[in-house]
T-cell receptor, first 117, second 112 residues
Framework: NAGVTQTPKFRVLKTGQSMTLLCAQD?????MYWYRQDPGMGLRLIHY???????AKGEVPDGYNVSRLKKQNFLLGLESAAPSQTSVYFC????????????????FGDGTRLSIL | KQEVTQIPAALSVPEGENLVLNCSFT??????LQWFRQDPGKGLTSLLL?????REQTSGRLNASLDKSSGRSTLYIAASQPGDSATYLC???????????FGTGTRLQVTL
């Protein structure tokens, strides 16, 4: 049971470098999300997608871009990394609601620990 | 803007004790509330989801209640065990696309 898989698990970047974080889910979920988790601030939504080919901004989207070219994958890009983007990044996915009720939980990956020097 | 607060931030209890974790939110117009568990260095595991029309949900030794009108939820853990040691997060679903707003968590330690 793979569920939600994030790649890589750890990464160290220098300021100004770019990189892409990959999230893959094998549950055929429609909705996918990228969060960042910082000490004392909880998880904050960066971007999300309600289906293949769609993306939308969350609470803290600046400095990040996303793409959802395939239903099972959701990519998070940092074009020019900054020290303020040092964080733990989590991807999550969720299936559509059943019976019109908001009764489906989000499923999370194990996170990517990113340090920017 | 929805804000979610969890009290206490940290809690240490001896094994076998029953305990309550608290979560409060400022906007009562929620669709559901979720409780998650997070182990160190790991992702989040969904424990319970309470829909806005429900008052409580139970899973094993866990019981979560929801009082939407007062903006409060509690997670009750019965007969705590060392394996329950983790950070517990609550999150509320408001708006479209199931976007969640998280609290900062309660770090629980259950001692022998």
């Amino acid at each position: 049971n793979a569920g939600v898989t994030q790649t890589p698990k750890f990464r160290v970047l220098k300021t100004g470098q770019s990189m892409t974080l990959l999230c893959a889910q094998d549950m055929n979920h429609e909705y996918m999300y990228w969060y960042r988790q910082d000490p004392g601030m909880g998880l904050r939504l960066i971007h999300y997608s309600v289906g293949e080919g769609t993306t939308a901004k969350g609470e803290v989207p600046d400095g990040y871009n996303v793409s959802r070219l395939k239903k099972q994958n959701f990519l998070l890009g940092l074009e020019s990394a900054a020290p303020s983007q040092t964080s733990v990044y989590f991807c999550a996915s969720r299936t559509e609601q059943v019976g019109g009720y908001s009764n489906q939980p989000q499923h999370f990956g194990d996170g990517t620990r990113l340090s920017i020097l | 803007k929805q804000e979610v607060t969890q009290i206490p931030a940290a809690l240490s209890v001896p094994e076998g004790e029953n305990l309550v974790l608290n979560c409060s939110f400022t906007d009562s117009a929620i669709y559901n509330l979720q409780w998650f568990r997070q182990d160190p260095g790991k992702g989040l595991t969904s424990l319970l989801l309470i829909q806005s029309s429900q008052r409580e949900q139970t899973s094993g030794r866990l019981n979560a209640s929801l009082d939407k009108s007062s903006g409060r939820s509690t997670l009750y853990i019965a007969a705590s065990q060392p394996g329950d040691s983790a950070t517990y997060l609550c999150a509320v679903h408001t708006g479209t696309a199931s976007k969640l707003t998280f609290g900062t968590g309660t770090r629980l330690q259950v001692t022998l």
